[in-house]
């Protein structure tokens, strides 16, 4: 068998397709530490978003109130005044028993400094309508299953504040630090799940176009004879994707060039969600260069007006 032709080819293929592979990333140890805590805190929050999702599936079952009562804001189940209250009120029964006073410590506990008077009475008004319930026996089962719910809830919050925290504090001692938090919409966070995809090997992608590519914000373009195909890239690193598209949301209202470049891309009939990708994709270029020649974002020349073409100077 030492002899089989397939044998001697099996063994020569790792060597002599050694040359064919990408090499790794060269990052520092500083990145490299910075991409674990990132990584594990956009971990930690997207288990936050699926126990919050299963607390609120569950709520809906049984407990409308609690729902309503929270439904103007803007962090729904995830508000900590939310959450103080349902350890204390897991059932529509308790909380249309909750004494004002009671009531009032779990809102200021929470963290509310203002209109707190306000807030108490605005919560006992919903909690003491009539609503539609379950059976004593039943909502009294399901409140059980909230407090196990809501304890998932509160170790998913914790491990987003002590994660994002200790990323923060660590990204903010890389040398790129300053240059990523120059850009609009680019705070520490999500400046470290940046560059914790990216890296610091600047031979790692030696064009702009190879970082967009690798980002999935380029779109792909398919030709055949006379058909020409757009679409966006499927294959990407979901990771800088999702990333990408919070920096274009967060850049819409912290750069006005950033806006306007939005606002063309909708009326050339792109959807949101292609705009947004576009505005990605641009800035993510523009990051590439700021890097590359050791520059901060600089908004004048970021987003110049367009140049008007040459029929419309002539005219």
Same mark, same amino acid.
């Given at each position: 068998?030492? %002899?089989?032709?397939?044998?001697?080819?099996?063994?020569? !293929?790792?060597?002599? $397709?050694?040359?064919? &592979?990408?090499?790794?990333?060269?990052?520092?140890?500083?990145?490299?530490?910075?991409?674990?805590?990132?990584? +594990?805190?956009?971990?930690?929050?997207?288990?936050?978003?699926?126990?919050?999702?299963?607390?609120?599936? &569950?709520?809906?079952?049984?407990?409308?109130?609690?729902? /309503?009562?929270?439904?103007?804001?803007?962090?729904?189940?995830?508000?900590?005044? +939310?959450?103080? =209250?349902?350890? =204390?009120?897991?059932?529509?029964?308790?909380?249309?028993?909750?004494?004002?006073?009671?009531?009032?410590?779990?809102?200021?506990?929470?963290?509310?400094? $203002?209109?707190?008077?306000?807030?108490? #009475?605005?919560?006992?008004?919903?909690?003491?309508?009539?609503?539609?319930?379950?059976?004593?026996?039943?909502?009294?089962?399901? *409140?059980?299953?909230?407090?196990?719910?809501?304890?998932?809830?509160? +170790?998913?919050?914790?491990?987003? #504040?002590?994660?994002?925290?200790?990323?923060?504090?660590?990204?903010?001692?890389?040398?790129?630090? /300053?240059?990523?938090?120059?850009?609009? *919409?680019?705070?520490?966070?999500? %400046?470290?799940?940046?560059? +914790? /995809? =990216?890296?610091?090997?600047?031979?790692?992608?030696?064009?702009?176009?190879?970082?967009?590519?690798?980002?999935?914000?380029?779109?792909?373009? @398919?030709?055949?004879?006379?058909?020409?195909?757009?679409?966006? @890239?499927?294959?990407?690193?979901?990771?800088?994707?999702?990333?990408?598209?919070?920096?274009?949301?967060?850049?819409?209202?912290?750069?006005? *060039?950033? &806006? #306007? &470049?939005?606002?063309?891309?909708?009326?050339?009939?792109?959807?949101?969600?292609?705009?947004? @990708?576009?505005?990605?994709?641009?800035?993510? *270029?523009?990051?590439? !260069?700021?890097?590359?020649?050791?520059?901060?974002?600089?908004?004048? =020349?970021?987003?110049?007006?367009?140049?008007?073409?040459?029929?419309?100077?002539?005219?």
């Amino acid at each position: 068998m030492s %002899g089989c032709p397939l044998q001697r080819i099996s063994l020569k !293929h790792p060597t002599s $397709r050694r040359t064919a &592979h990408r090499p790794l990333p060269g990052d520092t140890e500083l990145v490299k530490a910075i991409a674990v805590l990132a990584r +594990a805190q956009q971990d930690a929050v997207w288990d936050r978003t699926r126990a919050h999702n299963r607390l609120r599936s &569950h709520l809906r079952e049984y407990y409308p109130a609690v729902l /309503e009562a929270f439904a103007d804001k803007r962090e729904k189940l995830l508000a900590r005044e +939310a959450r103080a =209250i349902l350890a =204390i009120a897991p059932t529509q029964a308790k909380a249309a028993k909750l004494a004002r006073s009671k009531l009032k410590a779990a809102v200021k506990q929470a963290g509310r400094q $203002r209109r707190i008077e306000a807030e108490t #009475d605005r919560l006992l008004e919903v909690f003491r309508r009539t609503w539609l319930r379950q059976p004593a026996l039943v909502e009294t089962a399901m *409140g059980h299953q909230t407090l196990a719910l809501l304890a998932q809830l509160e +170790a998913a919050c914790k491990a987003c #504040d002590e994660l994002a925290s200790a990323t923060e504090e660590l990204s903010l001692q890389h040398p790129d630090a /300053e240059i990523i938090t120059s850009f609009p *919409g680019l705070a520490a966070l999500t %400046g470290a799940r940046l560059l +914790a /995809e =990216i890296g610091d090997d600047r031979t790692r992608f030696d064009t702009a176009r190879d970082l967009k590519a690798y980002a999935g914000s380029a779109p792909v373009t @398919r030709e055949s004879g006379k058909s020409r195909h757009v679409s966006h @890239r499927r294959i990407k690193n979901s990771r800088l994707a999702a990333t990408g598209r919070h920096w274009a949301f967060a850049a819409l209202t912290a750069s006005i *060039g950033a &806006h #306007d &470049h939005y606002n063309r891309r909708r009326q050339t009939g792109d959807r949101y969600y292609a705009a947004l @990708r576009n505005l990605f994709n641009r800035m993510l *270029g523009q990051l590439h !260069h700021c890097l590359t020649t050791r520059q901060k974002f600089n908004e004048a =020349i970021a987003f110049a007006p367009p140049k008007p073409s040459p029929l419309t100077a002539a005219a």
